[in-house]
């Protein structure tokens, strides 16, 4: 464990000490801010070294991305940056405060979005 209390983890997100077990979000050590949007793509990367494991494949490496942030403030407001570049409010709204990105977890899941 970290000072903090964090996981280590290694740059293929195992926690240091073990080959076979991974972490993911906010209880890792990784030096990035703690977002949703993060942990999804750590489980990404440690479903596909779960799999590499199993099958004696090389394992791939996490990056920190740039900080992309959509903050909804309303159903017709919000605030956001994209690689530390600052948007357009009435861009954050058309993109996130009519539906909060639904439509993202519905295909994710392989789903139809009720109407």
Not at 6 to 23: E, I, R, Y
Not at 29 to 47: C, F, I, R, T
Not at 61 to 76: E, F
């Given at each position: 464990?970290?000072?903090?209390?964090?996981?280590?983890?290694?740059?293929?997100?195992?926690?240091?000490?073990?080959?076979?077990?991974?972490?993911?979000?906010?209880?890792?050590?990784?030096?990035?801010?703690?977002?949703?949007?993060?942990?999804?793509?750590?489980?990404?990367v440690?479903?596909?070294?779960i799999?590499?494991?199993?099958?004696?494949?090389?394992?791939t490496?996490?990056?920190?991305?740039?900080?992309?942030?959509?903050?909804?403030?309303?159903?017709?407001?919000?605030?956001?940056?994209?690689?530390?570049?600052?948007l357009?409010?009435?861009?954050?709204?058309?993109?996130?405060?009519?539906?909060?990105?639904?439509?993202?977890?519905?295909?994710?899941?392989?789903?139809?979005?009720p109407?």
């Amino acid at each position: 464990m970290a000072d903090d209390g964090a996981l280590k983890v290694n740059d293929h997100l195992q926690v240091h000490g073990f080959s076979n077990v991974f972490a993911v979000g906010d209880c890792t050590n990784l030096q990035e801010p703690k977002l949703a949007y993060h942990a999804g793509l750590h489980a990404s990367v440690a479903v596909t070294n779960i799999i590499n494991s199993l099958s004696g494949k090389q394992l791939t490496s996490y990056h920190t991305g740039n900080v992309t942030m959509l903050l909804a403030m309303g159903r017709d407001d919000g605030v956001g940056q994209f690689n530390g570049f600052r948007l357009p409010r009435w861009l954050v709204a058309l993109g996130k405060s009519r539906d909060l990105l639904l439509w993202k977890s519905w295909r994710e899941m392989q789903q139809k979005q009720p109407c």
